[in-house]
């Protein structure tokens, strides 16, 4: 089995910066790509970023310049920084991590139970 815990929301006021971050345990051979998704009432659920596991990164337009993720492979754990937070931003955010749990399996894709971010206006 594998689980993937989310912490560092909460409510910020506009301007104001978070650092979210997902650690993935269990049963892990290795970890590819890994990012962070949100859903906002009335939206649909969109990616925010994305990381492979050699570093390379994907931020959604409505982010970026904003917005950093990174990862941290020895302790498999990805994190979301969140930076000039804006009332567009409130949403429950979602990790995910597409993991192998052993030498010969095929990649899996877990999601964490989500994390809700606040900015009020």
């Known amino acids: 089995q594998v689980q993937l815990v989310e912490s560092g929301g909460g409510l910020v006021q506009a301007g104001g910066s978070l650092r979210l971050s997902c650690a993935a345990s269990?049963?892990?051979?290795?970890?590819?790509?890994m990012g962070w998704y949100r859903q906002a009432p009335g939206k649909q659920r969109e990616l925010v970023a994305a990381?492979?596991?050699?570093?390379?990164?994907n931020v959604a337009d409505s982010v970026k310049g904003r917005f950093t993720i990174s990862r941290d492979n020895a302790k498999n754990t990805v994190y979301l920084q969140m930076n000039s937070l804006k009332p567009e931003d409130t949403a429950v955010y979602f990790c995910?991590?597409?993991?192998?749990?052993?030498?010969?399996?095929?990649?899996?894709?877990?999601w964490g139970q989500g994390t809700q971010v606040t900015v009020p206006s």
């Open positions: 995910n991590a597409n993991v192998i749990r052993t030498v010969l399996s095929r990649e899996s894709r877990y």
């Open positions: 269990g049963n892990i051979f290795s970890i590819n790509d």
């Open positions: 990381v492979t596991r050699g570093g390379s990164t």
